[in-house]
């Protein structure tokens, strides 16, 4: 696994869980408002300091009664092929795994869950899905994100989905379609796109790029009813 970082503690990650997050370096996508282009582009990847396996692994036997979980984030984490055996061990080791994922790898997941490998799994769903090239900018089978969304649908452990919300690259009418296509699912959040700061794309750091905050309120509060939980962060 190509490690990028590690946040010691989080309590806001991995819902109801104490945890750790564990960054991969590397993704498929380009996200014009990805604030993390050191875990995304490879010219970047210099910029964090890289953790070994063994580090980590060390760090996790250290905080075994501290600890309840690790968050695995990126970067998109399923392009790793050692992914599958990253997590065993770590479920090994007693903890709960969350997975961050833009399901573009639906066997991995479908793996992951029917081996009970998975606690917990955050998927993004980018935009509508004739529009999704508009956020990610490359070209994508979205058959692949559609088939992870139903697993995890058909699944029994805890999930969401979450759609961040920059405003020339997103609609209200394209958060009411993506939020009819998951209606019925656990949860579908919605949060906010970050500027200030660098991003993949350096067009998108202007803050007049956000929605407006009472706009994207009265998006929320019209689909929120439609899932099982849902809230605007």
């Known amino acids: 696994m190509k490690l990028g970082g590690l946040q010691a503690v989080t309590l806001l990650d991995f819902p109801e869980k104490v945890a750790c997050t564990v960054f991969t370096q590397g993704c498929n996508f380009r996200c014009h408002y990805c604030h993390n282009p050191e875990l995304v582009l490879p010219s970047s990847f210099h910029k964090v300091s890289s953790l070994s396996e063994k580090d980590f692994f060390s760090f996790l036997e250290s905080r075994k009664n501290l600890l309840q979980g690790v968050c695995i984030t990126g970067g998109e984490p399923t392009l790793h092929t050692d992914l599958y055996d990253f997590i065993k061990k770590i479920k090994e080791q007693g903890f709960a795994v969350k997975l961050d994922t833009n399901g573009t790898n639906p066997e991995l997941l479908q793996k992951l869950l029917k081996e009970d490998l998975l606690d917990y799994v955050a998927m993004d769903i980018k935009q509508t899905f004739p529009k999704y090239k508009d956020v990610v900018n490359v070209d994508i089978d979205t058959n692949k994100i559609k088939k992870s969304v ?35 699912a656990k949860a579908y959040n919605l949060q906010y796109a970050r500027t200030g700061m660098d991003l993949v794309d350096e067009n998108y750091t202007d803050k007049n790029n956000l929605m407006k905050k009472s706009d994207l309120e009265k998006i929320h509060n019209k689909i929120k009813n439609k899932f099982s939980k849902s809230v605007l962060r």
């Open 150 to 184: 139903d697993l995890l649908k058909d699944s029994n452990i805890d999930y969401e989905f979450r759609t961040t919300v920059m405003a020339p690259l997103l609609k209200a009418d394209d958060i009411y379609e993506i939020a009819d296509y998951l209606e019925g």
